[in-house]
């Protein structure tokens, strides 16, 4: 994903003198590596210094520009919260915040690295969009929407690299503010952001395999603002809805479909799966640390009463 | 930059802005007179003697107040130039009006929303990186509190702003020695050398009398110019009225009727005196 906004951000900014871009001490290589050779004056580092990063950036876009703070997502956003509020939201100016890593992708670096509680605390700030793709190519999609048309502050949720393609089939195009079916089914529906829709997916085949019926599988990779009207037709035109995200339940997607659900008088079955609200300390793999916090295959498909023995041959397609 | 700048007519603008100040303090409760006044000769000056007007009547130039408890200073003189109504200063803090407290973005002559410290060295080095990358030929100058001096974000811009070689920077630290709970310099007995912690950090650093209009154009126009500059304005907080002097309940209170008229006495004596 980062490998993606990279080259996206630099075939944008070649075109486009307003693309800046602010980095705090962590850069993607690659494409951004050549940003910075080829447009030295647009590509700035402050160090580790995230407030001002987000203050360059404000104080930058109020002239014109068009900045894109970036940094592994607990810095981005934990650190320098109260610029990101005051300086971009309160002003309402249009910079991009850059998350990389968001979730519990750094598993190994421990807690202080673990963006768990990220989009509630940018959903919850006025002006505020929230971008979290689920693979290259809405990494892709959504950094040119970002640099080309948004006119507000945004967050843009990212994992680390080497995510797999999983939308060049999908049924919908990416739309900002629009749920995106990836499969059209019936029976059960997965609403998802990031790279555990593809964990979705997976149990997407499981419940097909299991019932007959192939489920639906949407990427709502707009957080904010949310597609309620999407939402509520997923809500209304399925037995069973399930929602999977990388983020701690307070303030996250599963709570906001569950209050689109009252406030549409859904009838069908809800189900949420988020990290736990504890702090893990636990050192594996990213996939390991996930399952740790009952976000797994096995762990979900168990939950939901699915056949795990016909899962082996569809992982990592 | 205006080369003769009138230091008298300078006095006279301060005296009656203080006067307007004191006079809008009588219809709110609560008003930042104190901050407003250790700042008023630096406010002054950046706008009578370095900020360039527009066409429109707005400025080629930018000012920030990032101590935004010190806005009714840059208020009162945007009611002066004509760029903010009076009825505007009129309806401040009231339901009907647009003025609150703290600089709020989108009302005339204001550049930036302040109020929470910390935030407009940062902002005001963007806006000076951006002219210089778009081939602006504009200015950014900022006002710094001294209790603001010590968030963190401060020396994050502090360290940034001579890395990006911000020569079309200009902060002044009004230093009026007063914060929260008491003096600046007891919370922080190494609070000063101030100018020496700049320049060790790449920047050209002054120390200045606030007060004194003419030492501060100086000290701007003198500049060698190729460096961002800082200038550690010693201020008094209350400047102008005997009983606010080193006072901190003044920092955030509006004077009696009683206080009211004494302040104005205060203000109309020394104009009598030096006139």
Same mark, same amino acid.
């Given at each position: 994903m980062r490998n993606r906004f990279a080259s996206t951000f630099y075939e944008l900014g070649a075109e486009d003198p307003r693309l800046v871009i602010v980095v705090a001490d962590i850069s993607p290589a690659g494409s951004i590596a050549k940003f910075r050779e080829d447009f030295p004056n647009r590509f700035i580092n402050t160090g580790v210094a995230e407030q001002v990063m987000i203050g360059l950036c404000a104080g930058m876009a109020q002239r014109g520009l068009r900045p894109f703070a970036y940094t592994i997502a607990t810095f981005s956003v934990f650190r320098p919260y109260e610029m990101i509020r005051d300086d971009l939201c309160y002003q309402d100016l249009p910079v991009t915040v850059v998350g990389i890593g968001g979730g519990v992708t750094y598993s190994t670096l421990g807690g202080t690295h673990h963006a768990m509680e990220d989009v509630a605390l940018m959903t919850s700030l006025p002006n505020m969009s929230v971008i979290a793709p689920c693979d290259p190519a809405e990494t892709a999609a959504a950094t040119r929407w970002l640099a080309t048309q948004n006119q507000h502050p945004a967050y843009l949720r990212l994992g680390k690299a080497g995510e797999p393609d999983l939308t060049s089939n999908a049924v919908d195009p990416f739309v900002i503010g629009k749920l995106r079916r990836i499969r059209e089914g019936k029976g059960t529906a997965f609403l998802a952001y990031g790279p555990v829709v593809k964990m979705a997916l997976d149990l997407a085949d499981l419940v097909g395999v299991q019932t007959g019926l192939p489920a639906t599988v949407a990427s709502a990779h707009t957080i904010k603002p949310l597609d309620a009207d999407g939402i509520a037709s997923i809500l209304c035109s399925h037995d069973r809805v399930v929602v999977i995200e990388e983020h701690v339940s307070h303030g996250g997607l599963g709570s906001r479909v569950k209050e689109i659900a009252w406030d549409s008088r859904a009838s069908c079955d809800l189900r949420c799966f988020s990290l736990r609200d504890e702090f893990i300390h636990f050192y594996g793999s990213h996939e390991e640390l996930l399952a740790e916090h009952g976000l797994g295959v096995p762990q979900m498909s168990a939950a939901l009463g699915l056949q795990r023995s016909h899962a082996s041959h569809i992982d990592r397609a | 930059m205006q080369n003769s700048f009138d230091v008298k007519l300078a006095q006279r603008r301060c005296r009656a802005y203080r006067r307007r100040i004191l006079e809008i303090s009588q219809k709110v409760t609560a008003l930042h007179v104190a901050p407003a006044f250790s700042c008023m000769e630096i406010v002054d000056v950046i706008y009578h003697a370095f900020m360039r007007r527009a066409e429109n009547g707005w400025f080629d130039d930018a000012f920030i107040m990032s101590k935004g408890h010190g806005v009714m200073t840059q208020y009162v003189i945007l009611e002066d130039l004509g760029v903010l109504p009076a009825e505007q200063l009129n309806s401040y803090c009231t339901p009907s009006g647009k003025l609150g407290a703290h600089p709020d973005l989108g009302n005339p002559g204001i550049e930036a929303s302040t109020g929470s410290l910390g935030h407009g060295l940062s902002i005001a080095a963007g806006m000076a990186y951006a002219d210089r990358l778009q081939g602006f030929d504009r200015k950014t100058f900022v006002v710094l509190g001294d209790g603001e001096m010590q968030e963190g974000s401060i =020396?994050?811009?502090?360290?940034?702003?001579? *890395?990006?070689? !911000?020569?079309? !920077?200009?902060?002044? !630290?009004?230093? *009026?020695?007063?914060?929260?709970? $008491? /003096?600046?310099?007891?919370?922080?007995?190494?609070? !000063?050398?101030?100018?020496?912690?700049? +320049?060790?950090?790449?920047?050209?650093?002054?120390?200045?009398? $606030?007060?004194?209009?003419?030492?501060?154009?100086?000290?701007?126009?003198?500049?060698?110019?190729? /460096?961002?500059?800082?200038?550690? +304005? /010693?201020?008094?907080?209350?400047? $102008?009225?005997?009983?606010?002097?080193?006072?901190?309940? =003044?920092?955030? /209170?509006?004077? *009696?009727?009683?206080?009211?008229?004494?302040a104005l006495a205060e203000l109309e004596d020394v104009e009598s005196v030096s006139a």
């Open positions: - | =020396w994050e811009a502090v360290m940034m702003a001579p *890395n990006l070689k !911000l020569d079309n !920077l200009v902060a002044f !630290l009004d230093f *009026n020695d007063y914060q929260g709970l $008491g /003096r600046t310099t007891e919370t922080h007995p190494h609070f !000063l050398p101030m100018s020496e912690k700049l +320049c060790s950090f790449g920047w050209e650093a002054v120390d200045v009398d $606030g007060h004194d209009s003419a030492a501060l154009v100086d000290a701007v126009q003198n500049r060698t110019g190729e /460096r961002p500059l800082f200038l550690t +304005c /010693r201020t008094v907080k209350g400047k $102008g009225v005997s009983y606010m002097i080193d006072a901190p309940i =003044w920092h955030y /209170r509006s004077p *009696n009727k009683q206080e009211y008229e004494q």
